[in-house]
């Protein structure tokens, strides 16, 4: 497995970033990406680490050392203990990066159980799931096509998709775009599929793929967001933007410019069926979710801390409508920690005795997930109030000489100090009012995907595995217990004549 020394250096491998208009020459020092690369190497130190190891490390079948999230799991116990590894992983970065290297694992460690899926690249995915293993690599995903006009016939957007353009003996060429590159500038390889479309019109499934493409091969450019580890850097200090300085996982939208990918990389080519199942036919839905739903559990720790620290600091923690908000917060918290053991406790069982998290826990995060945040992001604006922004520009003022005795006078707080206050606030504020935090509240919305598919999709489960049918059998049963003429059964007394007298 990759070291955090090993991690940096690999990623001076020539790859094509791009930020602000320039080409980045290296991304561990530029300042768009230097910390946060530096936050993903960490945890990687932490797989060699003696007294995290037992946490986060596993050997596979095949005798690798391997993060535990990375290995096909059996049992609800490898499960469990798959998602006490994600957590402790994400405590690294207080829930704060979501697309970590263990991320992909919801895809990867499915490979091996389940390569008979990839019709004719059996091989390929075996091979991928002894990669994974073995090296840890980070890998990112892109499996949406840009918005570039959607009130088009599919068709007429064709140009944009990633779709085959050439084969060759030994691989394809690739051509389109895709969104959102999450922390693709610091990954090892891109993960493409697509799903949704049958073809691109008279019958065109040149963008019936899924393959993994290196970061750094010819042809591959990564136009990145504005960087608010950057924008954290130029205008001030860890003080004042201690998340977005050094937790900012920049997304990009991926370009392939006739990319080539050799055959060993291909896992479905110009499939439909393998294309536009994969999501849910391998697992990967439910795992992916068991890995979203740990991290923000983890987040949901830390803003339960941030809120009790701060009505605390401000004297209103005994307030019965702020202890009322207060128990909100930690019952949200407590719920997707129950969601994320109820995933691994109650697996459902996949191919070839693989352990797969349960889907209704899955679905069920995946609703409920984007409704908490802006709730939990309201509570704070409503209960911390004007105390966010009732704040000094930055770190600067508590070092002036002049300032610094009227700081001290007036940003105080109950039990605290003005700098110990001030340093408090402002953590909230990158939390939930930055761009980093505004950020955030985007990515926590839109994680599961569009509002409306989220919910069906919740529907559609029940009705797959006979869920649905179980509760409509409920209602059936309590039915049945009477009808027009009564009780239908000898549980319960129906009324006499003499009882029944008043009614015609």
């Not at 992909?104 to 899926?117: E, I, M, V």
């Not at 005795?405 to 206050?421: F, H, K, S």
């Amino acid at each position: 497995m990759l070291n955090g020394r090993e991690y940096l250096e690999s990623l001076r491998d020539g790859r094509e970033v791009y930020v602000n208009g320039e080409k980045v020459e290296d991304v561990t020092e530029h300042p768009a990406y230097r910390n946060s690369a530096r936050s993903y190497a960490r945890m990687y130190d932490a797989l060699h680490d003696p007294e995290m190891e037992n946490k986060l490390v596993t050997t596979t079948e095949y005798g690798d050392k391997t993060h535990k999230f990375f290995k096909t799991s059996r049992h609800a116990q490898d499960l469990l203990e798959s998602r006490d590894a994600i957590a402790t992983w994400s405590k690294m970065n207080f829930g704060f990066m979501g697309r970590t290297p263990d991320y992909k694992a919801s895809f990867t460690a499915q490979l091996d159980a389940y390569a008979d899926y990839y019709k004719g690249f059996e091989d390929n995915a075996r091979a991928w799931y002894r990669k994974a293993t073995k090296d840890v690599p980070f890998i990112n995903h892109t499996i949406v096509n840009p918005q570039v006009d959607r009130s088009k016939p599919l068709h007429e957007n064709k140009d944009v998709f990633v779709r085959a353009v050439a084969e060759k003996d030994d691989g394809i060429i690739v051509s389109g775009a895709k969104m959102v590159g999450t922390a693709a500038a610091m990954t090892h390889y891109n993960f493409v599929s697509n799903y949704g479309p049958k073809d691109l019109g008279e019958g065109d499934v040149s963008h019936a793929l899924i393959f993994f493409v290196a970061m750094n091969a010819p042809g591959v450019k990564m136009i990145s967001r504005q960087s608010y580890e950057q924008q954290a850097a130029t205008t001030g200090t860890p003080f004042d933007y201690p998340l977005s300085s050094r937790f900012d996982e920049n997304d990009a939208v991926i370009v392939l410019d006739n990319v080539f990918i050799p055959w060993e990389d291909v896992l479905a080519y110009k499939n439909v069926e393998i294309t536009n199942n994969f999501f849910t036919e391998t697992g990967f839905f439910n795992r992916f979710t068991f890995h979203g739903c740990t991290r923000f559990a983890v987040k949901l720790d830390f803003m339960a801390g941030l809120l009790l620290k701060a009505t605390e600091a401000s004297g209103t923690n005994q307030f019965r409508g702020v202890q009322a908000n207060l128990g909100e917060v930690i019952a949200l918290r407590n719920m997707f920690w129950g969601l994320s053991t109820s995933m691994a406790a109650e697996p459902e069982m996949g191919r070839n005795g693989v352990a797969v998290p349960n889907g209704e826990y899955c679905n069920a995060y995946r609703v409920l997930a984007p409704m908490t945040w802006p709730r939990v992001k309201n509570i704070f604006e409503q209960v911390v109030a004007g105390g966010l922004i009732q704040l000094p520009s930055s770190a600067k003022d508590f070092l002036n000489p002049e300032l610094r005795p009227y700081l001290d006078q007036y940003y105080r707080g109950t039990g605290i100090n003005a700098e110990d206050r001030v340093k408090l606030m402002k953590m909230i504020w990158d939390s939930i009012g930055s761009e980093f935090g505004g950020r955030h509240e985007l990515y926590e919305i839109n994680y599961g995907g569009n509002t409306d598919n989220i919910r069906l999709e919740a529907l559609k489960h029940a009705e797959g595995v006979g869920a649905a049918d179980n509760y409509r059998s409920f209602v059936e049963s309590a039915m049945s217990d009477y009808d027009l003429k009564g009780w239908t059964n000898d549980t319960w007394i129906n009324a006499g004549k003499s009882e029944m007298s008043g009614v015609k």
